[in-house]
T-cell receptor, first 114, second 113 residues
Framework: NAGVTQTPKFQVLKTGQSMTLQCAQD?????MSWYRQDPGMGLRLIHY???????DQGEVPNGYNVSRSTTEDFPLRLLSAAPSQTSVYFC?????????????FGQGTRLTVV | GESVGLHLPTLSVQEGDNSIINCAYS??????FIWYKQESGKGPQFIID?????DKRQGQRVTVLLNKTVKHLSLQIAATQPGDSAVYFC????????????FGSGTRLQVQP
């Protein structure tokens, strides 16, 4: 009954460091996405994937890379961390059809870049 | 502590009152809408959804109203409880283009006992 699992929950990075935020889902959803959430703002889409081997950019993709080698996993890589990437990151997964799309979210990763 | 939502619009209601949270959306091609609830330190949780061919949908203590003419969505919570205190987001899905949800900036609901 895990749903969407994100690791780590908290992370502090120095400017210029790289890291990978992990996301795994056990609902066999084809669609997965990464959002960032900043104070006073809604969630902004970074990257998304409609299935294994397929990824695409969202609203704010710069500075992030993703890959989707399996249905279950969708890691987000920060190539060279910057203070502007300090945020809370959420991974979501969903089925996707014309009728509805209920995205299930992980608990979030709170990232601070100093 | 929570850093999300420091500058969000806030709706303060008394326990037992009804709450109405509003959302304006921008994309006339959006064909599906969702309301999410986000409690402190947690990810957003689905509350209720509505398709664009409907103007009202009811759940348990919640009702969503959709006015496509003015591109407006509202969430009504009946008999608001302290556990309803959270940040509420509307999200829209476009019927064309990118397969992604676009989120509004959110409203904080504070329930006074």
């Amino acid at each position: 009954n895990a749903g969407v699992t994100q690791t780590p929950k908290f992370q502090v990075l120095k400017t210029g460091q790289s890291m990978t935020l992990q996301c795994a889902q056990d609902m066999n959803h084809e669609y997965m996405s990464w959002y960032r959430q900043d104070p006073g703002m809604g969630l902004r889409l970074i990257h998304y994937s409609v299935g294994a081997g397929i990824t695409d950019q969202g609203e704010v993709p710069n500075g992030y890379n993703v890959s989707r080698s399996t249905t279950e996993d969708f890691p987000l890589r920060l190539l060279s961390a910057a203070p502007s990437q300090t945020s809370v990151y959420f991974c979501a997964s969903s089925y996707w059809d014309r009728a509805r799309t209920e995205a299930f979210f992980g608990q979030g990763t709170r990232l601070t870049v100093v | 502590g929570e850093s999300v939502g420091l500058h969000l619009p806030t709706l303060s209601v008394q326990e037992g009152d009804n709450s109405i949270i509003n959302c304006a959306y921008s994309n006339s091609a959006s064909d599906y809408f969702i309301w999410y609830k986000q409690e402190s330190g947690k990810g957003p949780q689905f509350i209720i959804d509505i398709r664009s061919n409907m103007d009202k949908r009811q759940g348990q203590r919640v009702t969503v109203l959709l006015n496509k003419t003015v591109k407006h969505l509202s969430l009504q919570i009946a008999a608001t409880q302290p556990g309803d205190s959270a940040v509420y987001f509307c999200a829209e899905k476009s019927g064309t283009g990118r397969r992604a949800l676009t989120f509004g900036s959110g409203t904080r609901l504070q329930v006074q006992p």
